[in-house]
């Protein structure tokens, strides 16, 4: 009995000891995932009890019945290939929507181009033969048409900017799957992917999920009121594998450009653009010398040339200038700008506010026609070629001017020129604008030796060698 007294509390602390030791960690365990169970189970009432959650549930359902049957998958045959990729990276599915009660539809240029026939297929599935109203390659942008269907117009939120931040929705077919749709923010505005052949982009930057197949479908607010039309993603040329598939970056064409542009397509006029008639250039961190010379009070587009006769030259801009608002609107980049007056008719009155000797001015520049340039002291008017023209005279893109007029006796007639003649370098460098021409008239004025390369009417390519004396 005394040894059991001496090592009893021994045996009782052992015996403790081994059941906390076999015993505890399933008790921990239980505890655990009881812990567990009540964190899920409160979370989940949580979830469920969630006003806002299930409001913006809600919210996304209903954008999508509120646009859904203003979408189409389109359907491209080229060549007698169908529902298969071109090539040069054409497809030969993409989206579309509907712009009015009338049955057209918008969507991509790119999205047709080339086609031999066009099926568009709406939410019910049905599928319709479409024609091409017209199409305007520079802006990417074509209408179709349809006929025999009764149509529900999407929404526009005309006159509505959409700003960084925003959430947008993106609807269309990609990869196939038609009426798909994925939403994100707006990432950035005025973005360039130097996509366009005529020089001017202005695109929207939206990590919305946009893959091939969603070009031309529309892109959207929070209200289901189109903002913009999905065109390209940004993708790495050093990575093929990922080449062609969205990596958080996509553009879309905003919603100012398009309509500028289907109304005159629907119209079945040729797309006419606001001109200014300046060079522009950007102001950067490179430029602070130039900035802080200026005693700039906000950033701006800095003019670097004005055409003579030119709309700007009329209204009084000159070199040295920098626009700092056009309309009321901030300028603070070239293409934002330059997009504007091309999205303005030629007669468009623009309200510039200037930086012009370290004090604010105001001028009214009248907008010529972007597409026609005079050149008084030369004797010539001179147009860009558009796409139609250019792939006309069998040129890979809109490179060339054509000299409209050519005035008799003129030192353009001096020098042979001719109406219909189309310029496409001057001394090794491309020309793709009008205005491209003033460079030739400063090179004339100073005496310099010109090698001009041009078509004649026969399309047959030919070389020039300008030469004049200083002050001629």
Known sequence: MRGLHRYGPSIVVMIAAAVVLFAGPMLIDRLQHAQEVATTTFARHELRSSSFLTQMNNTFESIARAVEPSVVHITVERGGTRGVFGQGGLPSQGSGWVYDDLGHIVTNYHVIADASRIEVRFLDGLPHKATVVGGDESTDIAVLSIESRRVVPILRATDMHVRQGDLVFAFGSPFG????????IVSGQGRQAHLSIEGYENYIQTDAAINPGNSGGPL?????????MNMAIAVDPKDPIRSGRFTGVGLAIPLDIIEFAVEQIIAGLPIQRGGLGAKLQDLGPADEALINELGLPESGVYVTDVTPGSPAAVAGLQVGDVILQASGQSMTKTETLRTMIHTLLPG?????QIWRDKQLQ???VVLGDWNLISLDDLGVTAQALSADEARAAGLPSTTGVRLVTVEPGSKAAQLGFEASMIILELDGSPVDSPEDLIRLRDQLDRGQQVQMIYLSDEGERLTRILNTRPGW
């Open 348 to 352: 468009s009155v623009v309200r510039l």
């Open 177 to 184: 799957f038609e009426g798909s749709m994925s939403f994100g």
């Open 362 to 364: 105001t001028i009214d």
């Open 220 to 228: 959207t607010n929070i209200y289901g009121e189109l903002v913009g």
